[in-house]
């Protein structure tokens, strides 16, 4: 895990800025986010350094802020190695190169004073009212004051509530906090299909603050051990983001901060049919949250901690819960406003008590009440995550047909799913291809069991997307998972990698075609799937088809499914059947197909007639001579 830089301990950033007239009485340096470990020095004069490498530091540089021109000079460490052993540093076992530097804005704020030192919105979607939570300071002498607080809506400016808080005593120094309800009695819910954003302006005679938020509850039922959103059952569809590795591609470029690219990425992301991302193992630019704000994709923020289960793993000595709790909370109070982020999960594939200490320590800053993924550990409290990954093509002799005996309730932890926890499926599939067509280092074995040594690259990315779409319907349809999000729509493309993603054209993202077309139909709210997993059936008899239907909308659905037998292009058999799904829900069809006489490569389709298009399930299997004197199977 060592990695040192033999050429230099730090990178250096200048820059130059001027002050006009009289000087603020508070002045704060905000670094976003910088690897590994910043320390500020403004004309001169060392301000402090900010170890933590993914979370914000903040800077008092009003001692040595001066009118006219002054001199802002940030030092990052070189490489992880300048953190220490007792800091997160972002070990991830797919990385090389670690990039060092600032990698989020850098803000100089300047107030008078009292300041407002950070405000937290908390929606009561019952109570029709926001919970906000003002930490207000005084750099001057003692003073009274009052704050005012201002409701907006986020994109037409118009103001829909107007207050102001009873006086408030502050002594010379004071940092404290109050707390007030402001009623928002004919709100917008905010979700992913309706992003209905508000702005909240919070004043004092010398500073103004303003933030966004949406009023959307979250919840995972503990009963049910479904997402719960605004108070109605929600299924998550989604997929993963591994930003830091993408860091490392040699498509990334400046595009993770190009606000038009990252925006058309979320829209490619809903453009699947997937309302919920996780940034995995690192968080991103704050600007990727505010386009989740107003694109509309649910958030599992994932802080950047990967070490490991049982066997495997090397838990960082020194690294302990206090250090996790400074860390989390400064990663809270940077995150909990956004409508879009709605699980905080500690870490990835870990087993420690460490992060579990730190959860605890730190769940109750939150006032929105968000659950937490623990990874390997034990989920904490109810309706906290089971996180679970699991990788059937591990095995590189795993074939489709082993679904049909799989257990449909999620495992892929270290710890057994007890089932008395909601299991968000945020992994799963290993049938990575780089973006060549070619395996990765994990799936040579793989692909070379499923289509022999001479695959082609069309061969290797029709099989990765139907079977992709077909393992994804079969742990949607289960209704075992709060959530299904496939790994990954953004990492990295090389020859020794492990995984990787779908572009063809990272700039332009262009997907894959095979994989929009097949697992795009696969995530679809309304869908089908043919619960037979067969590789073959006999020839001239007839067999009997299960068919799921499910249905992610809150009302019920109504429609045509079509059912056809094909050879080739040739269509053998087609039957129409009616199909009803209540919201919400989950329902099964029979269908008896005669199977015909001839024995060769077949396709059973099942199709739902959608209204922006047929939505389809798709099963190859093989008709093979009866066995005289059986049943049909």
Same mark, same amino acid.
């Given at each position: 895990?060592?990695?040192?830089?033999?050429?230099?301990?730090?990178?250096?950033?200048?820059?130059?800025?001027?002050?006009?007239?009289?000087?603020?009485?508070?002045?704060?340096?905000?670094?976003?986010?910088?690897?590994?470990? +910043?320390?500020?020095?403004?004309?001169?004069?060392?301000?402090?350094?900010?170890?933590?490498?993914?979370?914000?530091?903040?800077?008092?540089?009003?001692?040595?802020?001066?009118?006219?021109?002054?001199?802002?000079?940030?030092?990052?460490?070189?490489?992880?190695?300048?953190?220490?052993?007792?800091?997160?540093?972002?070990?991830?076992?797919?990385?090389?190169?670690?990039?060092?530097?600032?990698?989020?804005? !850098?803000?100089?704020?300047?107030?008078?004073?009292?300041?407002?030192?950070?405000?937290? !919105?908390?929606?009561?979607?019952?109570?029709?009212?926001?919970?906000?939570?003002?930490?207000?300071?005084?750099?001057?002498?003692?003073?009274? +004051?009052?704050?005012?607080?201002? !409701?907006?809506?986020?994109?037409?400016?118009?103001?829909?509530?107007?207050?102001?808080?009873?006086?408030?005593?502050?002594?010379?120094?004071?940092?404290?906090?109050?707390?007030?309800?402001?009623?928002?009695?004919?709100?917008?819910?905010?979700?992913?299909?309706?992003?209905?954003?508000?702005s909240l302006e919070v004043s004092t005679a010398a500073d103004r603050l303003e933030t966004r938020f949406g009023m959307r509850s979250f919840q995972f039922d503990p009963t049910t051990k479904r997402a719960v959103l605004n108070g109605k059952p929600y299924?998550?569809?989604?997929?993963?983001?591994?930003?830091?590795?993408?860091?490392?591609?040699? @498509?990334?470029?400046?595009?993770?901060?190009?606000?038009?690219?990252?925006?058309?990425?979320?829209?490619?992301?809903?453009?699947?049919?997937?309302?919920?991302?996780?940034?995995?193992?690192?968080?991103?630019?704050?600007? *990727?949250?505010?386009?989740?704000?107003?694109?509309?994709?649910?958030?599992q923020d994932e802080f950047p901690i990967w070490y490991g289960g049982p066997g495997w793993s090397k838990w960082p000595e020194g690294l302990r819960s206090g250090e996790l709790m400074l860390e989390y909370t400064e990663w809270m109070r940077d995150r909990?406003?956004?409508?879009?982020?709605?699980?905080?999960?500690?870490?990835?594939?870990?087993?420690?008590?460490?992060?579990?200490?730190?959860?605890?320590?730190?769940?109750?800053?939150?006032?929105?009440?968000?659950?937490?993924?623990?990874?390997?550990?034990?989920?904490?409290?109810?309706?906290?995550?089971?996180?679970?990954?699991?990788?059937?093509?591990?095995?590189?002799?795993?074939?489709?047909?082993?679904?049909?005996?799989?257990?449909?309730?999620?495992?892929?932890?270290?710890?057994?799913?007890?089932?008395?926890?909601?299991?968000?499926?945020?992994?799963?599939?290993?049938?990575?291809?780089?973006?060549?067509?070619?395996?990765?280092?994990?799936?040579?074995?793989?692909?070379?069991?499923?289509?022999?040594?001479?695959?082609?690259?069309?061969?290797?990315?029709?099989?990765?997307?139907?079977?992709?779409?077909?393992?994804?319907?079969?742990?949607?349809?289960?209704?075992?998972?709060?959530?299904?999000?496939?790994?990954?729509?953004?990492?990295?493309?090389?020859?020794?990698?492990?995984?990787?993603?779908?572009? %063809?054209?990272?700039?332009?993202?262009?997907? @894959?075609?095979?994989?929009?077309?097949?697992?795009?139909?696969?995530?679809?709210?309304?869908?089908?799937?043919?619960?037979? *997993?067969?590789?073959?059936?006999?020839?001239?008899?007839?067999? @009997?088809?299960?068919?799921?239907? %499910?249905?992610?909308?809150?009302?019920?659905?109504?429609?045509?499914?079509?059912?056809?037998?094909?050879?080739?292009?040739? +269509?053998?058999?087609?039957?129409?059947?009616?199909?009803?799904?209540?919201?919400?829900?989950?329902?099964?069809?029979?269908?008896?197909?005669?199977?015909?006489?001839?024995?060769?490569?077949?396709?059973?389709?099942?199709?739902?007639?959608?209204?922006?298009?047929?939505?389809?399930?798709?099963?190859?299997?093989?008709?093979?001579?009866? !066995?005289?004197?059986?049943?049909?199977?």
């Open positions: 895990m060592v990695q040192k830089d033999p050429r230099r301990e730090a990178f250096w950033y200048r820059r130059t800025f001027q002050v006009t007239g009289s000087l603020p009485t508070v002045a704060m340096l905000k670094v976003g986010k910088a690897m590994f470990g +910043t320390r500020v020095i403004l004309n001169g004069q060392v301000i402090g350094d900010h170890l933590p490498s993914f979370t914000p530091g903040w800077f008092d540089v009003r001692p040595a802020l001066r009118g006219g021109e002054n001199e802002v000079m940030i030092r990052v460490g070189a490489d992880r190695d300048a953190l220490g052993a007792g800091l997160p540093n972002g070990f991830d076992y797919e990385k090389t190169r670690y990039i060092p530097g600032i990698f989020d804005s !850098v803000e100089l704020i300047l107030s008078g004073t009292p300041h407002l030192i950070a405000v937290q !919105v908390a929606p009561e979607l019952p109570n029709r009212a926001v919970r906000v939570q003002t930490r207000l300071g005084n750099a001057g002498e003692p003073i009274s +004051t009052r704050l005012g607080f201002t !409701v907006r809506e986020a994109k037409s400016g118009k103001i829909i509530s107007q207050q102001e808080s009873g006086e408030i005593s502050l002594a010379k120094g004071a940092d404290q906090t109050s707390v007030v309800l402001i009623a928002l009695p004919g709100f917008h819910a905010w979700s992913p299909e309706d992003p209905f954003l508000y299924f998550m569809r989604g997929s993963n983001i591994t930003l830091y590795r993408f860091f490392e591609d040699t @498509e990334c470029g400046t595009l993770p901060w190009d606000t038009n690219w990252v925006r058309l990425l979320h829209r490619r992301i809903k453009q699947m049919h997937w309302n919920c991302l996780r940034y995995c193992i690192g968080f991103p630019p704050e600007a *990727w949250y505010r386009i989740a704000d107003e694109e509309g994709i649910l958030i909990w406003n956004h409508p879009s982020v709605v699980i905080w999960d500690a870490s990835n594939e870990t087993s420690s008590p460490e992060t579990g200490i730190a959860v605890q320590k730190v769940r109750g800053l939150d006032l929105s009440h968000r659950p937490w993924d623990n990874s390997y550990g034990a989920p904490r409290v109810a309706g906290d995550v089971f996180e679970s990954h699991p990788y059937h093509f591990q095995n590189p002799k795993y074939k489709l047909a082993n679904l049909a005996s799989e257990d449909p309730v999620p495992q892929g932890n270290a710890l057994r799913n007890p089932g008395d926890s909601p299991a968000v499926i945020n992994e799963y599939g290993w049938l990575w291809l780089n973006r060549d067509g070619t395996p990765t280092t994990l799936t040579q074995n793989l692909y070379q069991n499923l289509l022999g040594t001479n695959s082609t690259t069309a061969q290797r990315r029709h099989l990765y997307a139907r079977y992709l779409a077909a393992e994804t319907e079969f742990w949607r349809s289960h209704r075992q998972a709060a959530a299904v999000m496939h790994f990954t729509t953004l990492g990295y493309s090389r020859s020794n990698g492990q995984t990787s993603d779908h572009w %063809l054209n990272v700039a332009k993202l262009e997907w @894959e075609p095979e994989f929009l077309k097949y697992v795009r139909d696969a995530f679809s709210p309304v869908s089908v799937m043919i619960d037979d *997993w067969s590789e073959t059936y006999e020839a001239g008899k007839p067999h @009997e088809f299960t068919l799921v239907l %499910l249905n992610d909308e809150s009302h019920d659905w109504n429609g045509k499914l079509r059912l056809r037998l094909l050879s080739g292009d040739r +269509t053998v058999v087609e039957q129409k059947l009616k199909g009803n799904i209540p919201a919400f829900g989950r329902t099964t069809l029979k269908a008896t197909i005669p199977l015909p006489a001839n024995c060769g490569a077949c396709q059973l389709e099942a199709a739902l007639t959608m209204s922006g298009g047929d939505v389809h399930s798709l099963r190859d299997f093989s008709l093979v001579p009866a !066995v005289t004197g059986s049943d049909h199977p």
